[in-house]
C-alpha cells in the first residue's frame, strides 16, 4: 500500500468518526473499517503514524469548540495528547494481525483493543471522555439501553464488534476471493438481540409506565438565567431572578423544587441580601424548596468549593453537595504536586477544592436526590457511584458560560442522556446559558429548552429506587469480558505451532 493510499484510509475514517458525532450515528458502524485495513497493509512506524494522523483530525474535528474558551491553546496541545489512544489502538490491532490468524479470536480482539482505551480514558481526575464512540448512538436508543448492564463501553462494544466483522468478511473475500458472512452474522445477531431487549427495556421504562408505579415524584422548576460569563454576581443575585409566571405566583402552581444552575451565587445567602430577601418573599406564600449552585469559601481560608445546597422552606440548609471532579486545568490543576508546573493552563482565578463524598442528599419525606456538577457527569463513575449510594433521582447543575454557543452544550446533555440510562434515573439537566432538559431513565428528552434561553423549564421528575445492573455492579461485565478473550487468546497462542507471521508471508508474496 502507498502512503497517499494510506492517508486517504485515515482521512476517511476520522471523516467517518467525525460524522457519527454529528447525529449522523450511522457513520460510527463503519468509521474504523478504512483504518483496519491501513493497519493491516502496513509497519509497525507507519502503523503509530497513521494512528497519529487519524487522532488529531478525529479530535480536532469533535472538540474545535474549545476555540472559545479564555487559554485558546489548551485545544492545541490537548488534540496530540488524546491522539496517543489511536497510536496505542493502532499498535495493539498491528500485534493482533501478526500473532492471531484466528478471525474469530479477531474479532473480540479488536473491540477489546479500543475498549481499555476508553476505560482508562475515563479514569482518574484528568478524565476526559468526549469522543467515546458508544456517545455516538445516543438517538438509538433501543440499543442504548445496554448501557444499563455495561454502562455506555457495552455500546461501544457492539460498534467495535460490527466494524471488526465487516472487516473480516472483506479480508476474507480480498484473500480467497470468495464470500464468507459467518463473521458478519455473529455479529448482526448481537446487535439484533441487544436492540430487542432495548425495546423492551425502553417500553417498560416510558415516562407513562413510570407514573402508572406510583412512584414518589417531585416538580420541578429549573430556573435558566442566561447570564454571560463576565456578568455573574454583579447584582447580588438580582441577575438570575425569571420572570413571574402569572401575576399571582412567581412559579407554576403545584411547584415543589426551584433548581438553579452551578455557580450561581457566590457565598452564603447571607452574603446574597437581595436573593435572600427575593427567596423570603416567595417562601412566603409558594413554600418550595430550593436547590442551587454556590461557590463556597472554606473556613480555613484554604480556597472555594463548588457546591450545591438545597435549602427547605425556611431556606434552611437540609443538604449539600461539593464538586468532586471540577473541570481539569479550568476550575483546578489535578495533582497538583506533579503537574503544578502546567499551571499557565489554569485560566481560572479560583482555588477549587474537591469534594470527596458521594451520598445523596435527602430531600424531604420522599427520598434522595444524587447532584452532579458540570463536567461531573461526562463521568460514568461518579453518577454511578452517587446513585449506589442511593440517589433516586439525579440533578446536573452545570454553567456553559464561558462556552459561548458552541456545540459544547448539546454534547453535555447527551452525557446526562447516557448517565440517565446506565443508572435508570430521571435526570433535570440544569444550565446557565447552555440547554436544559429533563430525562427520563430510557434517556428520553421529556422537556428542554434552546441554547441560550432565559426562562423557567418545568416538569415532573419521578423518584425510582429501583437500580440496574450497571448502579449495582459497575463494569464487572466488561472485567469477564477482558478475562474471557484473554484465557482463550493465551490458550490460542500456547496451543498454536509455530508458524511463519503474517508479514514474512506477506514478503514472500
Same mark, same amino acid.
Given at each position: ?43 509497525? &512506524? ?8 487519524? $487522532?488529531?483530525?478525529?479530535?480536532? $474535528? !469533535? ?23 489511536? *497510536? ?30 476508553e476505560f482508562v480514558r475515563s479514569q482518574t481526575r484528568l478524565a476526559f471522555t468526549i469522543g467515546i464512540l458508544g456517545y455516538s448512538q445516543h438517538n438509538f436508543l433501543p440499543l442504548m439501553q445496554i448501557s ?5 463501553? +457495552? !455500546?461501544?462494544?457492539? *460498534? ?49 409506565? @413510570? ?22 454576581? @454583579?447584582?447580588? +443575585? ?25 455557580? @450561581? ?54 443538604? &449539600?453537595?461539593?464538586?468532586?471532579n471540577p473541570v481539569p486545568f479550568s476550575q483546578y490543576i489535578p495533582y497538583r504536586k506533579v503537574l503544578g508546573f502546567l499551571k499557565f493552563l489554569d485560566f481560572s482565578e479560583i482555588n477549587l477544592i474537591t ?5 445523596? *442528599?435527602e430531600y424531604e419525606d420522599k427520598g434522595k436526590l444524587g447532584i452532579n456538577i458540570c463536567y461531573e457527569s461526562t463521568i460514568p463513575s461518579i453518577a454511578r457511584n452517587i446513585r449506589k449510594n442511593g440517589a ?50 430510557? +434517556? ?33 461485565? @466488561? ?31
Open positions: 500500500m502507498k502512503n497517499y493510499q494510506r492517508l486517504i484510509l485515515v482521512l476517511l475514517s476520522a471523516l467517518f468518526l467525525f460524522l457519527s458525532f454529528k447525529e449522523l450515528g450511522f457513520f460510527a458502524w463503519f468509521s474504523l473499517l478504512p483504518f483496519l485495513f491501513v493497519i493491516y497493509k502496513s509497519n509497525l &512506524r507507519q502503523t503509530a503514524i497513521a494512528g497519529l494522523i487519524l $487522532g488529531i483530525c478525529f479530535f480536532a $474535528g !469533535v472538540t474545535y469548540w474549545m476555540v472559545v474558551l479564555p487559554v485558546k491553546y489548551t485545544w492545541l496541545l490537548l488534540t496530540p495528547l488524546l491522539s496517543t489512544g489511536f *497510536i496505542i489502538f493502532g499498535i495493539e490491532t498491528y500485534f493482533i494481525f501478526k500473532k492471531v490468524n484466528q478471525r474469530y479470536i479477531r474479532i473480540f480482539l479488536i473491540p477489546a483493543a479500543w475498549l481499555i482505551i444499563k448492564f455495561t454502562g455506555i463501553y +457495552g !455500546v461501544t462494544f457492539i *460498534i467495535l464488534l460490527f466494524n471488526a466483522a465487516v472487516f473480516e468478511s472483506v479480508l476474507f473475500f480480498y484473500e480467497k476471493r470468495r464470500a464468507n458472512f459467518k463473521f458478519l452474522i455473529i455479529s448482526i445477531a448481537i446487535l439484533v438481540l441487544f436492540s430487542c431487549f432495548g425495546v423492551i427495556s425502553f417500553n417498560n421504562n416510558l415516562n407513562s409506565v @413510570m407514573e402508572d408505579r406510583d412512584l414518589n415524584k417531585i416538580e420541578v422548576a429549573m430556573v435558566l438565567p442566561d447570564i454571560a460569563l463576565g456578568y455573574k454576581y @454583579m447584582e447580588g +443575585g438580582l441577575e438570575i431572578i425569571p420572570e413571574r409566571y402569572s401575576a399571582s405566583s412567581f412559579f407554576k402552581e403545584g411547584t415543589e423544587l426551584i433548581v438553579f444552575p452551578e455557580s @450561581m451565587l457566590w457565598g452564603s445567602m447571607d452574603e446574597n441580601k437581595e436573593f435572600k430577601e427575593w427567596m423570603e418573599n416567595i417562601e412566603k406564600e409558594e413554600r418550595v424548596n430550593l436547590l442551587i449552585g454556590q461557590y463556597l469559601g472554606d473556613e480555613n481560608g484554604r480556597g472555594y468549593y463548588n457546591s450545591a445546597l438545597l435549602y427547605s422552606p425556611d431556606l434552611e440548609i437540609v443538604g &449539600r453537595y461539593n464538586e468532586i469534594g470527596n463524598d458521594y451520598d445523596a *442528599i433516586e433521582a439525579l440533578f446536573v447543575l452545570s454553567d456553559s458560560s464561558s462556552l459561548d454557543k458552541s456545540i459544547a452544550p448539546w454534547h453535555h446533555i447527551i452525557f446526562s442522556k447516557v448517565r440517565a440510562i446506565e443508572n435508570g434515573v430521571y435526570v433535570a439537566h440544569c444550565a446557565n446559558v447552555g440547554i436544559s432538559a429533563i430525562i427520563s431513565p430510557a +434517556g428520553e428528552i421529556l422537556a428542554s429548552s434552546e441554547l441560550s434561553d432565559k426562562e423557567v423549564l418545568y416538569g415532573t421528575i419521578y423518584l425510582n429506587s429501583k437500580k440496574t445492573f450497571y448502579s449495582k455492579f459497575g463494569d464487572i461485565i @466488561m472485567f469477564v469480558y477482558y478475562i474471557i478473550i484473554s484465557s482463550i487468546t493465551i490458550f490460542y497462542l500456547v496451543s498454536s505451532k509455530p508458524g511463519k507471521s503474517r508479514v514474512k508471508r506477506l514478503n514472500k508474496k
